[in-house]
């Protein structure tokens, strides 16, 4: 006989960890099974740790609703659990005429969607914030800032523990069986002992594996229209000697299936210049050190004085794109299909999904609980 519990979260990302505390609130017994050795360890450590406002997707979209709602979330709950954040505010910056067009497009569409404050700014006003900055135009937006990732995932981790809640390191779903009363989950740990337990709910919050799980669950192809394009960022830190920047957040217009090379600074105030967009076929997160010319390109295009030694390779990490180089939007995908109650796959869950994360953790919970 197996061990049941009310609900099992597939992934200790920043999302799984969400839909679990908003599922411990809820029901007895929640437990997040995790492969790594830790919490956070893939997507969710490998980011540009930026809460977004929710400027640039569609007006009825998952990623423009969760992006807000999950701002004033996460805000929300930094101030309530301690997670240091800093609300840096963002510019983004046009340094073309044709630039310039877009950006008003991107200003009024952010108004549209209810995207936060926002405020345009000719180049002379952005560059009293921003001395060395290059642009014609900026639209600046204050809701936008930095979170301590790590510290999120530890209080997250902290505080389902507390709603008494289960977090599992080493411990991986090997396969999902519909059975009597809901769900015969399979792991193997890291020893190679296996172990079976019945979940009355199960969320697949796999990241980047989401769509193999769903697959593991017996989902039918055809429910599972989707594909995996794996789309690597790589950072490359900024050092002491690179141009002053007051202002953390500077970022170009969107290209290439990214929100463009932009520069953060992080709670410490390291500087980092990434990610860039890069599709690829495996997982691999060693930064190429030859695609240093190319950044310092992008970045001087609003920050002339860069240069190529003033950038060091740092870290990448890889966004579960569903379309691929040849673009257009695709939406994260929350999906309980008919065929399996009591099931949630987290589908495709890329920027702003660390912004979203504890309101897409919300609406699972609503569906499951
Ligand atoms: C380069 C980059 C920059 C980004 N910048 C931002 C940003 O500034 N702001 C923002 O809002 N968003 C940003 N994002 C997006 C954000 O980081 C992600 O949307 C979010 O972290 C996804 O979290 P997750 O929990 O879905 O995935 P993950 O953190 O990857 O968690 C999934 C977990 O599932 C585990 N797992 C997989 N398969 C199994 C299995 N079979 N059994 C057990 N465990 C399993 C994995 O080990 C992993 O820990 C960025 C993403 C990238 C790649």
Redesign the pocket.
């Known amino acids: 006989m197996s061990e049941t519990v009310d609900a099992v979260v597939?992934?200790?990302?920043?999302?799984?960890l969400a839909c679990a505390y908003e599922l411990a609130k809820r029901l007895d017994s929640v437990l997040v099974?995790?492969?790594?050795v830790g919490p956070?360890?893939?997507?969710?450590s490998?980011?540009?740790?930026?809460v977004?406002a929710g400027i640039y997707y569609p007006q009825d979209s998952l990623k423009t609703r969760l992006c807000i709602e999950g701002n004033r979330r996460l805000y929300a709950w930094c101030e309530a659990h301690d997670v240091p954040h800093k609300h840096t505010g963002k510019l983004i910056v046009a340094t073309s005429a044709e630039d310039e067009e877009r950006l008003r497009a991107i200003a009024r569409h952010a108004r549209d969607v209810g995207a936060g404050e926002l405020r345009l700014m000719t180049g002379a006003e952005a560059r009293e914030q921003e001395p060395e900055l290059r642009c014609e135009l900026a639209l600046h937006s204050p809701t936008s800032g930095v979170v301590d990732v790590h510290e999120l995932i530890a209080s997250l981790v902290h505080q389902i523990i507390e709603a008494n809640g289960m977090v599992v390191y080493h411990?991986?779903?090997d396969s999902i069986r519909k059975t009597e009363g809901g769900w015969l989950v399979q792991t193997t740990d890291s020893k190679g002992s296996e172990m079976e337990l019945l979940a009355r709910r199960v969320v697949n919050?796999?990241?980047?594996?989401a769509l193999d799980?769903a697959g593991k669950s017996g989902l039918a192809e055809a429910e599972r229209p989707w594909r995996l394009h794996p789309c690597k960022?790589s950072y490359f830190a900024l050092g002491s000697g690179a141009p002053k920047t007051r202002n953390s957040l500077i970022y170009p217009l969107p290209s290439g299936g990214g929100l463009g090379v932009h520069i953060t600074a992080d709670i410490t105030g390291a500087r980092r210049a990434g990610?860039d967009a890069e599709f690829v076929d495996t997982i691999d997160y060693s930064v190429d050190e030859s695609r240093v010319e190319r950044f310092a390109e992008a970045v001087a295009r609003y920050l002339p004085s860069i240069r190529p030694e003033h950038l060091t390779p740092d870290y990448s990490?890889?966004?579960p794109k569903l379309v691929g180089p040849e673009g257009g939007f695709a939406d994260f995908v929350i999906r309980s299909p008919e065929s399996q109650p009591g099931m949630v796959h987290?589908i495709g869950?890329?920027?702003?999904?660390?912004?979203?994360a504890l309101a897409i953790g919300a609406r699972v919970s609503d569906v499951l609980a």
């Open positions: 597939i992934g200790a990302g920043v999302v799984g099974l995790e492969r790594e956070g360890r893939e997507i969710s490998r980011n540009s740790g930026v977004h411990t991986g779903v919050s796999a990241g980047l594996s799980v960022g990610p990490g890889i966004r987290l869950i890329e920027s702003p999904g660390l912004t979203a």
